[in-house]
């Protein structure tokens, strides 16, 4: 019988091979493994639902241009008429004044035989009468025409006549027979011409628009040039010229200037006294014309060109400044020492015109 056994020979040699067999599976389990490729980042930004409500926009009350107050509940009709300029007599034979007190702007001018003459701006209100009316003279169309609105005056000379059409304005004028003026029985000519306001706005070209803003206001008091940064202050004294002498004293229960006239407290027809919010200084050169006035007297005028001295007043104080006005149909602006413009208080003002030469303001 074949035994099938392995010899001790065979044994070995099979002990051998599956020594080599392990080897060989060890070898290949401790091999390294192959490089793993690191991943790519991905950022994954939030996802933020857009604000479906529109931004805001911030809402400021509109504003009259001449003062600066709101406009409150008047209609696109008063906002959008054009302004009326009308010139007022300043005799003493000519007060008290009618209409002045709702004036938005009103200019004192120094003109013939060193009397003072007015230029009240009408716009925010409508006085049912102004007077007493008196002729044009040559500074009119300079402070008038950056308006472009209308001048109403009794006559003039006609190169002075002249010179405030070719400025641009609309001529209301008493000698060319314009509708709305009348003379008055209670007082003697030539101080009782009177105007009415609403026909004079009913006789505006279409092609008269509002005034833009002249001087600038501030939103509040507050936030005014003089009240911010002035100097406390009681009185105004002015020195027009060697007739007119006006004077504003600082009234903290109203919060305006009022004025007197040669030391009398002024006051209009209506028996209220004459008040401000701003009194506005403005100092230049007051060259004579070659137009002549009764007996040969030369008409005067104002150089309202480039720069001079300006004083502010509002709110019980003052502040100096500058004015600026490069061509006649430019408005003029108000600087501060730092070079910003200068706001005025919300309300009306008036412009006092003293001559560089021989006018002054004393501040008390």
């Not at 641009?168 to 209670?186: E, I, P, T, W």
């Not at 919010?277 to 150089?303: C, D, M, R």
Request: aromatic share 6%; hydrophobic share 40%.
């Amino acid at each position: 019988m074949t035994s099938t056994r392995p010899t001790r020979t065979g044994r070995a040699a099979l002990g051998i091979v599956g020594a080599l067999a392990l080897a060989l599976t060890a070898a290949c389990s401790s091999s390294p493994a192959p490089p793993q490729e690191t991943p790519t980042p991905v950022v994954v930004n939030p996802t933020i639902e857009p604000d479906k409500q529109p931004v805001p926009t911030p809402s400021l009350e509109a504003t009259w241009p001449l003062t600066g107050l709101p406009v409150g509940s008047a209609t696109a009709d008063e906002t959008g008429r054009p302004a009326i300029a009308v010139k007022v007599e300043n005799t003493s034979a000519a007060r008290p004044q009618t209409g002045l007190e709702q004036a938005d702007v009103v200019w004192e001018t120094i003109v013939e035989f060193q009397v003072s003459r007015l230029i009240a701006v009408f716009h925010s209100q409508v006085p049912a009468s102004v007077g007493p009316i008196r002729s044009v003279r040559p500074m009119d169309p300079t402070i008038l025409a950056p308006l472009h609105g209308l001048l109403a005056f009794s006559g003039g000379q006609p190169g002075i006549v002249k010179a405030v059409q070719d400025s641009g304005l609309q001529m209301l004028s008493n000698d060319a027979g314009v509708k709305g003026m009348s003379r008055s029985k209670a007082r003697p000519a030539p101080h009782n011409v009177y105007g009415d306001m609403a026909t004079f706005w009913s006789l505006a070209e279409s092609s008269r628009q509002a005034p833009a803003e002249q001087f600038l206001f501030a939103r509040s008091a507050d936030e005014a040039a003089a009240v911010a940064g002035g100097t406390a202050a009681s009185t105004l004294a002015f020195r027009l010229s060697g007739t007119s002498s006006p004077s504003w004293t600082w009234d903290a229960g109203s919060g305006t200037w009022l004025r007197s006239e040669a030391g009398t407290p002024a006051t209009v027809a209506s028996g209220s006294r004459i008040s401000a919010v701003n009194v506005v200084s403005i100092v230049a050169e007051h060259p004579n014309t070659k137009f002549k006035a009764q007996g040969g007297t030369l008409v005067p005028t104002y150089k309202l060109k480039h720069s001079g001295e300006a004083t502010i007043a509002t709110g019980g104080k003052t502040i100096a400044a500058t004015w600026q006005k490069e061509e006649p149909t430019d408005p003029m602006r108000l600087y501060l020492a730092d070079g910003s413009e200068a706001l005025l208080a919300p309300g009306t003002t008036w412009v006092e015109l003293v001559p560089k030469e021989t006018g002054s303001l004393t501040v008390s």
